[in-house]
């Protein structure tokens, strides 16, 4: 991909919130209340051993109309120095050597991220609690609005974009966030972001929370004549516990 080096991972998404500009003592209660709700459901994000399941991934890419597709497996039991393998590249099987591209593709990724699969995702640095703000408190979930900073998009990203999590009443985690633009914002030198969408989306396995969907829509223009037109798309599935990899298993 082209534009994603500089981003991890986007819909269009209009917030509105039922406070006015100022809050009495109880609302503010009220929201606190909430903020603690979705403190603990990161606390149980951060703490799940995601490097103890095996999963598959799908990816699905369109740049321009150029469409490339694949499907992974992470298998952190089966060797924990090669624990991934590419199942299929473009609905084919991968050759020797897309496989072996593909496996020091994640060596690299492995040494640079360290260990933990291909989780990436900071809640605590996506997240701000202090700026959550209530929009809709129903019985099965509650929606919250957040101002987003994200570094890697740029300082002229600062306060042209808007997030949306949506907290599980029931099951008591954050089952996904949506962050879109406001206006247009420049990543990188001669590159313009007229829309951007990221979606990220979880599941909660008896009290393990992981990813389930990373989206990302983003339109724009690079260099002046160059359009930026790019969707993908992963999704996790088939999660299984392996429990704490065997270290003998490498020897």
């Known amino acids: ?9 986007t819909l269009p998404m209009f917030i509105t919130t039922a406070y006015s500009t100022e809050t009495t003592s109880s609302e503010q209660e009220f929201e606190q209340k909430f903020e603690q709700k979705i403190e603990q459901a990161i606390v149980e994000f951060e703490q799940t051993p995601r490097e103890y399941w095996s999963y598959h991934l799908s ?3 369109n740049e ?3 469409i490339t597709q694949s499907i992974e497996r992470y298998t952190p039991a089966a060797d924990i120095d090669n624990p991934w393998v590419l199942v299929s590249a473009n609905g084919k099987v991968p050759t020797a050597k897309e496989q072996e591209k593909f496996v020091k593709t994640k060596r ?16 605590r640095e996506l997240i ?9 408190n129903e019985e099965s979930l509650i929606i919250m609005s957040f101002p987003v900073q994200l570094a890697r998009l740029g300082d002229d990203a600062a306060g042209k974009l808007q997030g949306r999590l949506t907290y599980n009443q029931q099951e008591q985690f954050i089952e996904e966030i949506m962050i879109v633009n406001s ?3 420049s990543p990188m030198f001669s590159a313009s972001i007229s829309e951007l969408t990221l979606t990220f989306s979880f599941i909660k396995i008896d009290s393990a929370v992981l990813p389930h969907q990373h989206k990302m829509d983003m339109k724009g223009r690079f260099a002046l004549f160059s359009e930026i037109d790019e969707t993908s798309t992963d999704t996790y599935s088939d999660y299984q516990y ?10």
Not at 242 to 251: E, I, Q, R
């Open 1 to 9: 991909m082209r534009y994603r080096y500089w981003l991890t991972l």
């Open 108 to 123: 690299k990724q492995a040494e640079s991220k360290g260990s933990g699969g291909n989780f990436s995702l900071k809640l």
């Open 242 to 251: 392996t429990g704490k990899p065997d270290k003998s298993l490498s020897k």
């Open 128 to 136: 701000n609690l202090d700026e959550l703000q209530l929009v809709t």
């Open 183 to 185: 206006a247009e914002f």
């Open 64 to 66: 321009e109309g150029d």
């Open 59 to 61: 990816r699905y890419e």
